[in-house]
């Protein structure tokens, strides 16, 4: 699966109809586990150096630059992905892809690393199996690509000591 969450996806109706081709008809009674590819905001526009300087920036606005172990990380790989759970998933793909502000409902993640594709969805029966699944995956992930520069992240268990890679 690879949906493009473009800018012109503006309303969550948007949303709803970009990815409606992987949604059952009652969408709104499962809880999803997704995963996101996400992209570093400068690309194509700054050179690498001002781009990390700029992610910087905004983290330190956002007042947490302190507390995230994982930035550096981030502004080395080539591939971002944020895995997540919900159980709307059209209302947190467009808090993700829109309210970004410093007390806006995205998560950090991707409030520094924009969407870029809706890169896979998967529904469960309840937010426990769900958010099972999501510290699994982002796991698995991690090690999967332990040698190449890519960096997989969700909330869940955020206090974890990121040497998956880089180490």
Same mark, same amino acid.
């Given at each position: 699966?690879?949906?493009e969450?473009?800018?012109?996806?503006?309303?969550?109706?948007?949303?709803?109809?970009?990815?409606?081709?992987?949604?059952?008809?009652?969408?709104?009674?499962?809880?999803?586990?997704?995963?996101?590819?996400?992209?570093?905001?400068?690309?194509?526009?700054?050179?690498?150096?001002?781009?990390?300087?700029?992610?910087?920036?905004?983290?330190?606005?956002?007042k947490?630059?302190?507390?995230?172990?994982?930035?550096?990380?981030?502004l080395?790989?080539?591939?971002?992905?944020?895995?997540?759970?919900?159980?709307?998933?059209?209302?947190?793909?467009?808090?993700?892809?829109?309210?970004?502000?410093?007390?806006?409902? +995205?998560?950090?993640?991707?409030k520094?690393f924009?969407?870029?594709y809706l !890169? %896979?969805? &998967?529904? =469960?029966?309840?937010? /426990?199996?769900?958010?099972? +699944?999501?510290?699994n995956?982002r796991?698995?992930?991690?090690?999967?690509? !332990? %040698?190449? &520069?890519? =960096?997989?992240?969700? /909330?869940?268990?955020?206090?974890?000591?990121?040497?998956?890679?880089?180490?």
């Amino acid at each position: 699966m690879k949906i493009e969450l473009s800018l012109d996806l503006r309303t969550k109706m948007d949303i709803a109809t970009a990815v409606g081709s992987c949604l059952p008809a009652n969408y709104t009674d499962h809880h999803y586990l997704y995963m996101i590819e996400c992209r570093r905001k400068y690309e194509g526009s700054l050179t690498a150096m001002e781009g990390d300087h700029s992610i910087r920036k905004r983290a330190n606005a956002l007042k947490q630059y302190d507390s995230l172990p994982w930035l550096n990380r981030c502004l080395e790989a080539h591939t971002l992905v944020y895995i997540g759970e919900s159980s709307d998933i059209v209302r947190r793909l467009h808090e993700h892809m829109w309210d970004r502000s410093q007390n806006g409902r +995205a998560a950090l993640f991707t409030k520094l690393f924009p969407p870029h594709y809706l !890169r %896979d969805l &998967k529904w =469960f029966p309840n937010k /426990d199996a769900a958010t099972l +699944a999501e510290k699994n995956v982002r796991k698995i992930l991690n090690r999967q690509f !332990r %040698d190449q &520069k890519a =960096f997989a992240y969700s /909330d869940v268990d955020e206090n974890e000591t990121w040497t998956a890679f880089f180490s």
